[in-house]
């Protein structure tokens, strides 16, 4: 997976409904977790990592031709 122009792990990806789950690894090993729920084109929801939790909004974009 790329987060920016990183590359990451994705682990543990389940999706039920419109409910998703899923893990993020970076190159330090730090490992972040998302529980959200699947609207139309994002995802809202929350991640928790050794920081702390925090909201997030992810948008599907449109592939490069």
Avoid: H, P, W
Avoid at 35 to 63: D, H, L, Q, S, W
């Amino acid at each position: 997976a790329k987060a920016g122009d990183r590359t990451v792990q994705f682990s543990n990806g389940k999706l039920r409904g419109e409910s998703i789950n899923f893990s993020i690894a970076d190159d330090a090993s730090m490992r972040r977790d998302f529980t959200g729920r699947v609207v139309g084109n994002k995802i809202e929801g929350t991640v928790k990592g050794a920081g702390g939790e925090a909201k997030f909004v992810a948008t599907r974009v449109a592939e490069a031709k």
